[in-house]
Nanobody, 115 residues
Framework: QVQLVESGGDLVQPGGSLRLSCAASRIIFSIYAMGWYRQAPGKQRELVAAITPGGSTNYVDSVKGRFTISRDNAKNTVYLQMNSLKPEDTAVYYC???WGLGSYWGQGTQVTVSS
């Protein structure tokens, strides 16, 4: 079965940086649109950033200019580089792979931004 495994979450001070990784297995990674979502306590899950198979990207307004999504099809991995982190970025971050009617989720990785 499809597996998405996130890593890279941590406790970081405001203004700091983190890079999240999501390694995929048992899918033809290159044809999937990949996304990073986040869910903070008491809030709905929201799309943070997405990248198409062709490499086009989009971001939620609150992270534009601070976060960068990228993919390495040779490694079946998608990344989220997060800079200038703010306390409001604190959430569990989830990786998603989508193609046609198929959609898969990872287990999530905790990002906490606090001094």
């Amino acid at each position: 079965q499809v597996q998405l495994v996130e890593s890279g979450g941590d406790l970081v001070q405001p203004g700091g940086s983190l890079r999240l990784s999501c390694a995929a297995s048992r899918i033809i990674f290159s044809i999937y649109a990949m996304g990073w979502y986040r869910q903070a306590p008491g809030k709905q899950r929201e799309l943070v950033a997405a990248i198409t198979p062709g490499g086009s990207t989009n971001y939620v307004d609150s992270v534009k200019g601070r976060f960068t999504i990228s993919r390495d099809n040779a490694k079946n991995t998608v990344y989220l580089q997060m800079n200038s982190l703010k306390p409001e970025d604190t959430a569990v971050y989830y990786c998603n792979a989508a193609w046609g009617l198929g959609s898969y989720w990872g287990q999530g990785t905790q990002v906490t931004v606090s001094s």
